[in-house]
């Protein structure tokens, strides 16, 4: 995959935090090996599926973690995000910020289920909320990030509408007050906010979400100049709006503790990653975790399975659907 294709696939912009009403009370639900019973290979399956999409794009890695974010964070984790707008209504996906959301993620989820449904007895057992989060598990361990076991027995919930997304999410011009309290609604710390944001060690922002830090009237002084120019070169004035670059210039195929190290020299490419340094709160924990991928990846798989117990659907709230892109 050349350099110039994948810079036009949409794809992971700002790290997307809900602001609402989550609660986490349902999150006893959950469990390992929650579809034992009835349907035993599922993670091998779905595990399966996920490589033969990454073996076609990398892509997909940023994608789906992205998406597996932005589904927890609105409405909590009940693959809200995958359902495709109607006549009569406008989804979560198709809300204006969904050019974040590249392709490759709903297509990674679209292509486990259909492996999942393949075998009889696992047909329409298997949430699509669950299949994400088990998705999002297996790009991790795909890109070379840690490898961790995923709680499952998530509902999918009855609702997915464009209004839902407002307010819910940290524009990239965040500082690290705002998205602290940003996360902390959803019962997440300062520190697992640190440890998500180390999601964009993969994935893709559009040039619009960093223009304003690398052109005048002033540019953004945490911004490393010599990273600063090389931006300038790939984001031109009117540029394509779906013109998009990797969010890690140095390692953007790896999932690493590479984005604590860039952000040491200046080079997050967000306003909203580059905080955490700049802030002298926050930076004791990039220096730690850029130093000590071990410390880093114990601290990301804790933060990803509480953000996984994010608004967990009942059996009154929530149900399995037949299509991930249709509410039943
Ligand atoms: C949209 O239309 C479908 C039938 O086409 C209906 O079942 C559903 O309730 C409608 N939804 C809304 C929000 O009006
Ligand atoms: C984003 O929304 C637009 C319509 O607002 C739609 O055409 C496009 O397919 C959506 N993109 C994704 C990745 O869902
Ligand atoms: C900016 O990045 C270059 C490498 O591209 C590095 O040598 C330099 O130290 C960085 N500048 C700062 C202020 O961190």
Known sequence: MGAGSARHVAAAAALLVLAASATVCAAQQLRRNYYAGVCPNVEAIVRDAVTRKFRQTFITVGATVHLFFHDCFVDGCD?????????????????????????DGFDTVIRAKAAVDAVPRCRNRVSCADILAMATRDVIALAG???YAVELGRLDGLSSTASSVNGKLAPPSFN??????????????????????????????HCNTFSGRIRGPTL????NSTY??????????????????SMDPVTPRDFDNQFFKNLQVGKGLLASDQV????????????VWAQSSVAFNQAFVAAITKMGRIGIKTRAQGNIRRNCAVLN
């Open 220 to 223: 953004d002084p945490t911004l």
């Open 228 to 245: 600063a120019s090389q931006l300038r070169a790939w984001c031109p004035p009117n540029v394509d709006q779906r013109l998009a670059v």
């Open 176 to 205: 690290l007050d705002q998205l602290t309290a940003l996360f902390a609604t959803n019962g997440l710390s300062q520190a697992d906010m640190i440890a998500l944001s180390a999601g964009h060690t993969v994935g893709f922002a």
């Open 79 to 103: 693959a809200s995000v995958v359902v495709a707008s109607t006549a009569n209504n406008t989804a979560e996906k198709d809300h204006p910020i969904n050019l974040s959301l590249a392709g």
């Open 276 to 287: 955490l340094y700049s802030d002298p709160r926050s930076r004791p924990t990039v220096d």
């Open 145 to 147: 990030g840690p490898s």
